[in-house]
């Protein structure tokens, strides 16, 4: 008869008790790391958004320069961007030469122009949306009404 003690027991496979110990060890390892990239995704997501949003702020600007150094019109503005897909996307642009807003009457123009993205599609920018601002000034150069 062969000795029992001195023989010896290969295993197959894993205990309960050790797939139940690493399976707690991955939650509690996994959890964590899947909250993180989360919370990261959704940074990324806003600021791609705040990004697109100077991208427009940008171009809004500058066409505003270029009409406003050619004609000296002043006034408001305001607009989307429905055409290249993003009806959220509001722009509003303000154009004066008025000492109050920043400028001189017939010498100097600002232009201050936002853009926002409209999240709840009223039309109006309501605290708590992206919102981007950008201003500039122009002159009243002769060369620019030469250009016309």
Same mark, same amino acid.
């Given at each position: 008869m062969r000795n029992f003690a001195q023989r010896k027991i290969r295993r197959r496979g894993f205990s309960?008790? =050790?797939m139940a110990t690493a399976a707690g060890l991955m939650a509690a390892i996994l959890a964590p790391a899947l909250s993180v990239m989360r919370d990261a995704? %959704?940074?990324s997501r806003i600021l791609h958004r705040r990004s697109l949003l100077a991208n427009y702020a940008v171009r809004t600007l500058e066409g505003e320069c270029a #009409?406003? %150094?050619g004609s000296w019109a002043t006034?408001? #503005?305001v607009g989307t961007y429905v055409a290249e897909g993003y009806a959220n996307i509001r722009y509003t642009s303000a154009r004066s030469d008025a000492f109050v807003d920043g400028g001189?009457?017939?010498q100097l123009i600002n232009i201050q122009v936002t853009v926002y993205d409209d999240a709840n599609v009223n039309s109006t920018?309501? %605290?708590? =949306?992206l919102r981007v601002d950008y201003r500039t000034k122009i002159a009243k150069l002769t060369t620019y =009404?030469? =250009?016309i």
């Open positions: 309960l008790l =050790e995704m %959704a940074q #009409s406003v %150094a006034g408001t #503005s001189l009457p017939d920018l309501d %605290a708590g =949306e =009404e030469n =250009e």
